[in-house]
């Protein structure tokens, strides 16, 4: 079984900063993919930034040059800098992981989400 564990959400002002962290814990052989995603209400859940098998990284367009994704390998931690932060990233944000556990095949695992709030 692989658990991942996200912190670091919470209420900040406009043109504030937060930072969050996810870390996969468990049977891991190996994370292919780790990366973030964002539900705000009665929306989608959409891809804010990730971490590709390849070791890629992609931002969704309304974030570029203001979040950074970063990742620990060695900790199977991924982490998501948010800065200039704006009242439409107000969401829960999930962690994601695509990961080879010891009992195969690669499995996606979602987080438990946690809630990120932008208002002044």
């Known amino acids: 079984q692989v658990q991942l564990a996200e912190s670091g959400g919470g209420l900040v002002q406009p043109g504030g900063s937060l930072r969050l962290s996810c870390a996969a814990s468990?049977?891991?052989?190996?994370?292919?993919?780790m990366g973030w995603y964002r539900q705000a209400p009665g929306k989608q859940r959409e891809v804010v930034a990730t971490?590709?098998?390849?070791?890629?990284?992609n931002y969704v367009d309304s974030v570029k040059g203001r979040f950074t994704i970063s990742r620990d390998s060695a900790k199977n931690t991924v982490y998501l800098q948010m800065n200039s932060l704006k009242p439409e990233d107000t969401a829960v944000y999930y962690c994601?992981?695509?990961?080879?556990?010891?009992?195969?095949?690669?499995?996606?695992?979602w987080g438990q989400g946690t809630q990120v709030t932008v208002s002044s």
């Open positions: 468990g049977s891991i052989i190996s994370i292919y993919a």
């Open positions: 971490f590709a098998s390849g070791g890629s990284i």
């Open positions: 994601n992981a695509q990961v080879l556990g010891v009992v195969g095949p690669v499995r996606s695992y």
